[in-house]
């Protein structure tokens, strides 16, 4: 019979080993065993690739988790849109393009609330001493405008005003004037001998209000006086006092008849000194009573020498 041609698995025909051409042991192409091989282990399929699936299988867990997480932000993002928008609040989570978290930063420290440092009870006199310098504010305010009010201030027209208010109606309702009639002429001549200290000019007020002003009272006596009006009468008498005291006190009390309304004082009945003698007054009682100058005539600024004070000068 011929020779049989076998074929081979990769397709390659065996040939019978002729002389010189048998591959050594261990060569390429050798179906035997390498004696000096060290034998392998016989392995299953897909076990070499276990290791590199594991590492897969717990990155494909990390990108899951990091969508989750990127979802969540969006649908917090979202939110916040949708109730007016404003920037991410402090403490939520912030990514980097890898898959790595970044823990949010802590929060900067506040610094401390500033305390006053000045002591409670330093606060609280303070506080006191304030509401009393502002109740005695009020009270200076309210003295002024009521010493205004009764006698006037030395500014121009005004104490014409205030004294016509005192003689003009006041006394109806208050007590402003005297109680005696020959007291009612000693203020007038008081008035003008005196002077305020504030102003270093005589009582305005005070002389003008005595006189009834409703009946034009102070506007005769000015003009019996040889002045225009009750404040120029007065500035200028004040000027022609030679001696304060004297003057002021040129009318004392006397006698009258106590059921009288109506008393006349002529100031030559007096011995007027240390200044011009102001005339013959008519005082009638008021209101409450008090006396007012109803009436004014003229008289001589130099009384003519009575014989008791005649007598007095000669002693």
């Not at 081979?8 to 035997?32: F, L, S, V």
């Not at 000096?36 to 590492?55: F, N, R, Y």
Request: proline share 10%; aromatic share 8%; charged share 20%.
């Amino acid at each position: 019979m011929g020779d049989v041609v076998e074929q081979r698995p990769d397709g390659t025909p065996d040939r019978p080993d002729t002389p010189g051409t048998h591959p050594q042991p261990g060569t390429h192409g050798d179906p035997g065993i390498d004696v000096g091989a060290t034998p392998h282990a016989p392995t299953t399929p897909g076990a070499e690739l276990a290791p590199a699936q594991q590492v897969d299988a717990e990155q494909l867990r990390q990108f899951q988790a990091f969508r989750e997480f990127q979802q969540f932000q969006q649908f917090q993002q979202f939110l916040r849109q949708q109730e007016g928008g404003g920037p991410a609040p402090s403490g939520t989570l912030q990514t980097t393009g890898t898959t790595d978290l970044v823990p949010p930063s802590p929060p900067s420290p506040q610094p401390p609330p500033a305390t006053s440092r000045v002591p409670r009870w330093l606060q609280w006199l303070g506080k006191k001493v304030i509401g009393w310098l502002v109740f005695f504010l009020l009270l200076a305010l309210f003295a002024n405008w009521a010493f205004n009010q009764l006698f006037g201030s030395d500014n121009g027209g005004t104490d014409t005003e205030a004294a016509a208010r005192m003689g003009g109606g006041t006394y109806h309702t208050r007590e402003l004037l005297a109680k005696q009639p020959h007291e009612a002429v000693r203020r007038v001549y008081d008035s003008i001998a005196q002077e305020d200290p504030r102003t270093n000019r005589p009582l305005i007020a005070e002389a003008c209000g005595h006189f009834d002003n409703e009946n034009g009272i102070q506007q005769r006596f000015a003009e019996n006086t040889g002045h225009t009006d009750c404040r120029a009468a007065v500035l200028a008498l004040h000027e022609q006092v030679t001696h304060v005291n004297d003057y002021a006190e040129s009318i004392f009390p006397r006698w009258y008849d106590p059921d009288a309304t109506t008393v006349r004082i002529d100031s030559c009945d007096f011995a007027v000194k240390g200044g011009p003698a102001l005339g013959v007054f008519e005082v009638s009682q008021v209101e409450m009573g008090q006396w007012l100058i109803t009436g004014h005539q003229p008289g001589p600024t130099t009384c003519p020498a009575t014989p008791s004070t005649s007598s007095t000068d000669d002693n």
